[in-house]
């Protein structure tokens, strides 16, 4: 079946870095487009990132952007997402999800089960 | 950027009642409209797509409607495993946003 499996995340201080990764399976991966989506705990979601199938074309939410790089490795089915300079406020659980592209309304579906950072010092 | 604000925030209902929920966009997003369901613990859920279109395996029960700035997801009779949050995203542009949520809770 398709799943989605996050990992990576943990403790880290402010200004430090983390590399989460997702593990892709079930699927077609390399012609998926990708997100990553965040949820402080107990808090609404934020989309974080977007990354095309081909990893040509990459977007980012501007509370991310020059600190966070989205990529992939198609060979191996991995969605990765590289966090620095990191700052108390981008403590949450970190999902992954794949972009449907059989209607032209481009909903994520299936979402993983998250993976949590936590920053603090 | 596009914002989606969902109403109410909370609301409290019996198992049978009939439930509307609504998402309203800052500007038309034609029926690029997605609802998601989470439950407690639990990653999101895709329910409906394209506004009103039923994803795979979602009970009839669920109903969603509109065009361009004001959607409504129904659920027709309220089932005990229905209490959870309810979020809107659109998908018309990037960011993707997404509504604040409206959480479901048992009357």
């Known amino acids: 079946q398709v799943q989605l499996v996050e990992s990576g995340g943990g403790v880290v201080q402010p200004g430090g870095s983390l590399r989460l990764s997702c593990a892709a399976s079930?699927?077609?991966?390399?012609?998926?487009?990708m997100h990553w989506v965040r949820q402080v705990p107990g808090k609404g979601l934020e989309w974080v990132a977007f990354?095309?199938?081909?990893?040509?074309?990459?977007f980012y939410a501007d509370s991310v952007k020059g600190r966070f790089t989205v990529s992939r490795d198609n060979s191996k089915s991995m969605l990765y997402l590289q966090m620095s300079s990191l700052r108390v406020e981008d403590t949450a659980l970190y999902y992954c999800?794949?972009?449907?592209?059989?209607?032209?309304?481009?909903?994520?579906?299936?979402w993983g089960q998250g993976t949590l950072v936590t920053v603090s010092s | 950027d596009i914002q989606m604000t969902q109403s109410p925030s909370s609301l409290s209902a019996s198992v049978g009642d009939r439930v509307t929920l609504t998402c309203r966009a800052s500007q038309t997003i034609s029926s690029y409209l997605n609802w998601y369901q989470q439950k407690p613990g639990k990653a999101p859920t895709l329910l409906i797509y394209?506004?009103?279109t039923l994803h795979s395996g979602v009970p009839s029960r669920f109903s969603g409607s509109g065009s361009g700035t004001d959607f409504t997801l129904t659920i027709s009779s309220l089932q005990p495993e229905d209490f959870a949050t309810y979020y809107c995203?659109?998908?018309?542009?990037?960011?993707?946003?997404f509504g604040q949520g409206t959480k479901v809770e048992i009357k």
């Open positions: 995203q659109q998908s018309h542009s990037t960011p993707r946003t």
């Open positions: 999800a794949q972009e449907r592209t059989d209607t032209r309304h481009l909903p994520f579906d299936p």
């Open positions: 394209g506004a009103s």
């Open positions: 079930g699927f077609t991966f390399s012609n998926s487009p």
């Open positions: 990354i095309r199938y081909d990893g040509s074309s990459k």
